[in-house]
């Protein structure tokens, strides 16, 4: 029953959530109505999730703290920088967290060799989050803030894991709002704003002693201004100034499922279709193997991910008549990219049931092929490989 | 001889409302599901290499790279930060 009241109360949560908007009273038609909506949407999540009635408890994330290294470069790119993440519980029903990330990018990429100068910029983001454990289920806020020089990100979200059938089952439900500011390299009067909508819900399922399986669909929506200020688009060879459409919203699905072989070693594959209404649709492969050595000294993961998509309906390599909408945005084209990655985890310290840290390492690399996105310079299709690097120590206490 | 008169369709189930009743049934039966992987044989369940996403910052870094490249995005498992930056 309890489980009944769980789901149901948070889908009346989530369908009023995404429903028409409510009657306007005087105060939601003010300012502070997207705070209010937010706030109605977050209580029929809650609402639904406190309704349960189980005495077994959820578990709290682990507390840790991790030092990253990371690093990608590809196609003229390269960005690299610190990642820090520290959490810790607060008593048995709370854990906050705090985190800190810097991206220094150098970007000399195609779209900017070929219309603009190179440049550097560094981008920060700072994050906090707060966990909170109530019988079943597990509760997260987070916000985050992301700033560079041209563009300004914002974000808050909350999200539901909710044990059901004697923790069988998990039901995830999952609600983010984005507000970005796009700014403009020596234009201080150039503004634009770009909001977002995340809605989540997935289902991950015990099948036997050594397999578990998800379903997951998340749904974002974008409004506002969803190009590049300093993007162009082709016609007839001539450079113009690239038009996105001003509202997107898309769709993914996921399936995943993964398997113990024996004590040491596991498999897990993964498919994503993705759907959007600018005409986007996108597949998806993933599949990895994992195994300990050494008496679990060592935790080795491989995986190969493989991507593909087709072109956005306003995409072209070079227009041969002016649309309203234009875009020569090579992530909008049609592309697929190939990735190889291997992990390697050492756990160079472990005191049981105090502390353990680890010493990590994780290589990519990918492989990206485009189809009807051509080097102007060439006049071939661009292709180009990257790799992505990422150094980091954690613990666990 | 009297012609047979037509009858009104009977109007069918809306597929709303067929999703809705299988969704209700299939929760229902749920209940009388008696857990058939008891607790004690999660063990494999719980370790970590079960857990392929198990560091958060590294995961969050590679969905960073899939997100500025590709337009698909979502049903990850992992919290963007809702940068939009390329």
């Known amino acids: 029953m309890a489980a009944i009241e769980a789901a149901t109360g948070a889908a009346t949560g989530t369908a009023t959530g995404a429903a028409a908007e409510p009657a306007p009273s005087a105060l939601a038609r003010g300012p502070l109505r997207p705070l209010l909506r937010l706030a109605s949407r977050l209580a029929g999540l809650l609402g639904g999730m406190l309704a349960t009635g189980h005495a077994a408890a959820a578990d709290l994330p682990e507390d840790r703290a991790d030092a990253v290294y990371h690093s990608y470069t590809g196609g003229g790119v390269t960005a690299n920088g610190p990642a820090l993440l520290l959490r810790k519980s607060i008593d048995d029903a709370f854990s906050v967290s705090g985190t800190y990330y810097v991206d220094s990018v150098s970007n000399a990429s195609i779209d900017v060799v070929t219309t603009a100068s190179r440049y550097h910029e560094t981008r920060i983001e700072r994050g906090a989050g707060l966990d909170y454990v109530y019988r079943d289920a597990l509760i997260s806020l987070a916000a985050s803030n992301s700033k560079e020089p041209d563009y300004t990100a914002n974000s808050a979200s909350l999200d539901v894991a909710q044990d059901v059938f004697g923790g069988m089952t998990t039901i995830n439900l999952g609600y983010s709002r984005g507000w970005d500011t796009v700014g403009k390299h020596g234009y201080p009067a150039f503004s634009a704003a770009a909001n977002h909508w995340q809605y989540r819900a997935g289902v991950t399922q015990i099948l036997s002693p050594r397999w578990l399986a998800s379903v997951n669909l998340e749904t974002v929506s974008d409004e506002g201004y ?97 649309l309203t909408y234009m875009s020569r945005n090579r992530q909008l084209s049609t592309f697929d990219d190939l990735g190889l990655g291997a992990k390697a985890t050492y756990s160079a310290l472990r005191v049981p049931a105090r502390y353990e840290i680890k010493l990590n390492a994780a290589l990519e690399r990918l492989r990206f092929q485009y189809s009807d996105f051509t080097d102007i310079r060439t006049g071939k299709n661009y292709s180009f490989d990257a790799t992505v690097l990422e150094l980091y120590v954690s613990a666990t206490f | 001889m009297n012609a047979e008169r037509p009858r009104p369709a009977r109007p069918a189930l809306a597929p709303r409302s067929l999703l809705a009743l299988t969704l209700a049934a299939l929760l229902l039966g749920g209940c009388a599901i008696e857990p058939w992987v008891k607790p004690y044989e999660r063990e494999r369940l719980a370790d970590p290499i079960m857990k392929p996403e198990r560091d958060m910052l590294a995961e969050k870094h590679h969905e960073h790279v899939y997100d500025v490249r590709e337009a698909a995005r979502g049903a990850t498992g992992v919290q963007g930060g809702g940068c939009g930056c390329n």
Not at chain 1, 259 to 265: C, L, P, Q, V, Y
Not at chain 1, 307 to 318: E, L, P, R, T, V
């Open chain 1, 226 to 322: 969803l190009g590049s200020p300093y993007r162009a688009a082709r016609v007839f060879g001539a450079a113009v100034p690239e038009t996105d459409p001003s509202t997107r919203s898309s769709r993914a699905l996921a399936v995943r499922a993964v398997g113990s072989i024996d004590a040491a070693s596991s498999v897990r594959a993964e498919y994503r279709y993705f759907w959007d209404t600018w005409d986007i649709r996108a597949n998806t492969v993933e599949v990895g193997y994992s195994r300990y050595v050494e008496q679990q000294r060592w935790l080795l993961d491989g995986y190969l991910r493989y991507y593909k998509q087709s072109h956005a309906s306003f995409y072209s390599n070079d227009f041969t008549t002016e």
